[in-house]
């Protein structure tokens, strides 16, 4: 009974304990820090403990649950979280974590395969991004939105005024297959 007690108490500490991520604090990093580029374009960045290829089961350990896990009605086998910002400032974020997984795998064990930031709490003038990030390998544009892509992350302005929206980092399986399908 005392094992039952213990097991039970550490299970819900377990989870009680993991807070949901903030998508402001999440998607956070310094766009101008030689450090950061070099992960993000190189594929080997962490977004508070967790980086491509982590499974859905760690990322929550990290993250918390999130808003949303939605299993992918193109793909059945797509799974995501989001994370938007709760505060009341007039900043808006929100983050996407994408996973994907094969047939019979639980969806605990599905892996990151794309994160992508959205929001107003970090920005990067386009003249800082070419400061900082140099020439981009590529350059496409869709749905309104201008994509820099540099190794393994996309950084996205509009393409009617040229405000930073957010960026992309993507695995190496998913930017190969989006420079395909923007390819001229």
Do not use: C
């Not at 097991?7 to 820090?33: H, I, P, R, Y």
């Not at 994370?83 to 047939?103: I, L, N, P, Q």
């Amino acid at each position: 009974m005392k094992k039952l007690i213990v097991f039970l108490a550490v299970f819900v500490l377990t989870f009680v304990l993991v807070e949901q991520a903030d998508a402001a604090e999440l998607g956070q990093v310094n766009l101008k820090s030689k450090s950061t580029i070099t992960a993000m374009k190189n594929g080997t960045m962490k977004f508070k403990g967790v980086k491509l290829g982590n499974t859905v089961g760690y990322a929550k350990t990290k993250w918390g649950k999130g808003y949303e896990g939605v299993t992918s009605l193109y793909k059945y086998y797509d799974y995501s979280m989001l994370f938007e910002s709760d505060d009341d400032s007039e900043d808006y974020d929100t983050v996407g974590a994408y996973f994907t997984g094969k047939r019979g795998m639980k969806i605990s064990q599905y892996q990151l395969e794309s994160f992508e930031y959205y929001g107003s709490s970090t920005t990067l003038k386009f003249k800082d991004m070419q400061k900082y990030w140099g020439k981009p390998a590529f350059h496409f544009v869709s749905a309104g939105e201008e994509h820099y892509v540099y190794g393994q992350t996309a950084l996205v302005y509009d393409d009617l005024d040229g405000q930073f929206l957010g960026y992309k980092y993507l695995n190496k399986a998913v930017m190969k297959e989006t420079k395909q399908a923007f390819s001229k």
